[in-house]
């Protein structure tokens, strides 16, 4: 899981298993609250998700800005990048 869009499909496939979406809905610029109806337990299990695919937790603060689908990508991104 290295790239935005392996992220993104990982993403999606999770997030239609999980919370029992149409993958039609998911897209980059989907709202998690608004769009996809992702509450804030909803978003913890996502968190925990994440951390079984990565190894590495997103912090809760970090998470708390993030409002799209293309949000979580870039936080996971950043998360698995090596440190330079």
């Given at each position: 899981?290295?790239?935005?869009?392996d992220i993104f499909n990982t993403l999606r496939d999770a997030l239609v298993?999980?919370?029992e979406l149409d993958p039609e809905r998911v897209?980059?610029?989907s709202n998690l609250y608004q769009d996809l109806e992702i509450d804030s337990i909803d978003a913890v299990d996502l968190i925990d998700h994440i951390k079984r695919q990565t190894g590495k937790k997103i912090a809760a603060e970090e998470f708390k800005t993030v409002?799209?689908?293309s949000d979580v990508v870039e936080a996971v991104y950043r998360l698995v990048q090596p440190a330079a």
């Open positions: 899981m290295q790239t935005r869009d298993e999980l919370f897209s980059l610029e409002r799209t689908v």
